[in-house]
């Protein structure tokens, strides 16, 4: 009988080792590589691999390039996406089980998305498999104390890194609203804030659970013109009266 192959994408959280699921630290440890992805320029570990490392020997884990913030030069990004499947379906065709580990949830903005994409282009026979992670706008939450939803209300999740004109629709409805990716945008999302009058109660996040932590009222983000990390997440709570229940 033919060898299976499979290729599990492992939600590795936002970068606190302890938020990694047991699930997902048993497929990390019974796969028999473990994918990191990493930017061409990278001079150490990146957040998931440095996650990872936590639970399996260095030994086991293969860091492959990807084009990770490449927007403007779509044949570099393809090109990019082109040599990782073919690094990851070598992977597969020598060991049957390899693991992605990717920040955050494999099925929520990920690059393993792509990756799967092109891999079973490649090996149609390959097992595609998620291990859901947790996710930045959870782990800010907890942190924060930002209720994320209650009754009825709706959640709406938007990256940024198009521009603030989805995120400025979103915030014109009553449901909370979550940014991703703003870091670079953040002067746009301060006055979209102001402007749907969003700000009271916002809260960002950037490094969650990393010594570098930083977590603070929307409300700075006008007020900072320092640079945000790229990966800095924002809540804006939907509008409440604090009547218990009320949303119901």
Same mark, same amino acid.
């Given at each position: ?5 499979? &290729?599990?994408?492992?939600?590795? /959280?936002?970068?606190?080792?302890? &938020? ?13 590589? @473990? ?10 570990? *990146? ?8 639970? @399996? ?30 690094? %990851?379906?070598?992977? &597969? ?10 920040? *955050? ?13 092109? @891999? ?24 924060? *104390? ?8 709706? &959640? ?18 009553? /449901? ?26 916002? %809260?960002? /996040? ?38 218990? *229940?009320?949303?119901?």
């Amino acid at each position: 009988m033919p060898r299976m192959t499979r &290729l599990i994408g492992v939600g590795v /959280g936002p970068g606190d080792p302890e &938020l990694v699921t047991v699930k997902g630290v048993n497929a990390l440890r019974d796969a028999a590589a @473990v994918v990191v992805p990493v930017m061409e320029d990278a001079t150490g570990p *990146g957040r998931a691999e440095a996650t990872v490392l936590h639970y @399996v020997d260095a030994a086991k884990v293969v860091r492959i390039v990807f084009a990770l913030n490449e927007r403007s030069d779509h044949a570099r990004r393809e090109a990019a996406w082109d040599a990782a499947g073919q690094q %990851v379906a070598e992977l &597969l065709r020598q060991h049957g089980t390899v693991a992605f580990a990717t920040i *955050g949830d494999p099925n929520v903005y990920s690059t393993f998305t792509y990756l799967a994409a092109t @891999v079973t282009g490649l090996l149609p026979e390959v097992r595609v498999e998620t291990v859901p992670g947790i996710t930045a706008m959870q782990d800010l939450a907890a942190r924060s *104390g930002a209720v994320l939803t209650e009754g009825t209300e709706p &959640l709406t999740l938007v990256p940024v890194t198009a521009g603030a004109a989805a995120l400025k629709q979103a915030l014109d409805g009553d /449901g909370t609203v979550v940014a991703y990716k703003f870091g670079r945008q953040a002067a746009e999302v301060a006055a979209a804030l102001q402007a749907s009058d969003r700000t009271e109660g916002a %809260v960002w /996040g950037s490094a969650l659970g990393l010594p570098e932590e930083s977590i603070r009222p929307a409300a700075d983000l006008a007020a900072d013109d320092a640079p945000l990390p790229y990966l800095s997440t924002l809540i804006a709570p939907a509008r409440r009266d604090g009547t218990r *229940g009320g949303k119901l």
